[in-house]
């Protein structure tokens, strides 16, 4: 049995997510991103986002507990971010993941898992999506391999400016979440 607590998140969750965003960053794109972009992230900043974020009722966002700590999150909503190729008139993915980051010190327990399932879930509940996709730094081995672990498919890329530096990220998807339902 799992010893994370996973629950809907609200405006009084936003600094922890807010920080934990900051810090996941840290984590996933240390060497990836030059440091003094990644210095200068703050959660300040970041809360400003997520409330904006929140507010629009276009984002959902679970956030897990570990002996009453904040330890991850992840926000997801309709798809905003279509891969390469699909069709905005019928595209094939509907659900897209916007952003699941962890502690480094909770890495490997099945929270990851746990997230993105619990996320497909409500997906399939709030809107009756069952297809989904997210995004993310090809040079981020750990996350990659964890999507692929979890069944996603490589459906293409795209160039992005972060931290005035080119990043090329892939875009992962499920056309059936059945098996992250199951998870």
């Not at 996933?28 to 409330?51: C, E, G, H, M, V």
């Not at 507990?65 to 069709?87: E, I, N, W």
């Not at 090329?168 to 098996?179: L, M």
């Amino acid at each position: 049995m799992s010893d994370f607590i996973i629950s809907h998140a609200d405006a009084r969750h936003i600094p922890d997510i807010a920080f934990l965003h900051i810090e996941g960053w840290k984590s996933a794109y240390q060497n990836i991103l030059p440091d003094r972009f990644l210095d200068q992230q703050s959660t300040q900043s970041r809360i400003k986002d997520w409330q904006g974020w929140l507010a629009s009722g276009d984002t959902h966002i679970l956030i897990a507990h570990h002996q009453d700590r904040a330890v991850g999150f992840a926000g997801y909503g309709r798809l905003k971010t279509p891969p390469p190729g699909t069709s905005r008139i019928r595209p094939l993915f509907a659900g897209e993941i916007y952003a699941l980051y962890l502690l480094p010190d909770v890495f490997n327990r099945g929270l990851g898992r746990l997230l993105l399932s619990s996320a497909a879930k409500d997906l399939k509940h709030i809107y009756k999506i069952d297809s989904l996709c997210l995004w993310v730094a090809e040079k981020n081995e750990r996350a990659r391999g964890f999507y692929e672990h979890m069944g996603g498919q490589k459906l293409g890329k795209k160039q992005d400016e972060i931290g005035g530096q080119k990043v090329t990220e892939t875009c992962y998807g499920w056309r059936q979440t059945d098996f992250l339902l199951k998870t």
